[in-house]
């Protein structure tokens, strides 16, 4: 019995590579290049349009657009990088609409595991949650003292490299998406 490659197992390898660049990238340096997230951005919508034409194209922008949009309100707020907000429309992007919202369920759940990870080996210091917290829901907390007790914004310790999360998020849900086409 011959089995053949579906359309997502074209994405799913395709993308790898792609994925896990920018997974070592925010692993080692805290940091996600537009040249990896807005490069490809515009390949992944290439590859859309010319899979499926305009339909996959629309489809794959309402997933970047949902997916972006997740993080818009952290990122106003610093609590996110510019690099991970791009780097999640790029995933939305090439997963699509309605697989957008599987995808960001795995990559929060990825996320919180690297955050729990990354606190019970001492590799994450969550200040500037706390801090962020309680400017938002504390009346009573001293903001400006608050920050002024803060570490540097660029230590290693208090910044997860969310980058991590949303390369296995994407993977996982494409991977579901394969397993779910070759079980029918």
Do not use: C
């Not at 949009?69 to 999640?88: H, Q, S």
């Amino acid at each position: 019995m011959s089995m053949t490659a579906t359309p997502t197992v074209y994405l799913f390898v395709a993308a790898t590579p792609w994925l896990a660049v920018l997974l070592r990238q925010d692993w080692k340096t805290r940091s996600l290049p537009n040249r990896y997230t807005l490069g490809g951005s515009v390949v992944i919508l290439v590859w859309q349009f010319a899979w499926g034409g305009l339909p996959h194209l629309l489809n794959s922008l309402a997933g970047g657009l949902i997916a972006g949009a997740l993080l818009l309100i952290p990122f106003l707020l610093r609590a996110a990088g510019a690099g991970d907000v791009k780097f999640l429309f790029a995933s939305g992007l090439l997963v699509g609409y309605p697989a957008v919202f599987p995808m960001l369920f795995l990559i929060s759940l990825f996320g919180l595991l690297l955050g729990v990870v990354m606190q019970l080996s001492g590799r994450f210091d969550p200040v500037r949650l706390k801090h962020i917290a309680r400017t938002l829901f504390d009346w009573r907390y001293d903001r400006e003292e608050g920050r002024a007790k803060l570490p540097d914004r660029e230590s290693e310790k208090v910044r997860i490299p969310f980058g991590v999360a949303i390369s296995l998020g994407v993977w996982g849900t494409l991977l579901v998406r394969i397993a779910g086409e070759y079980s029918t």
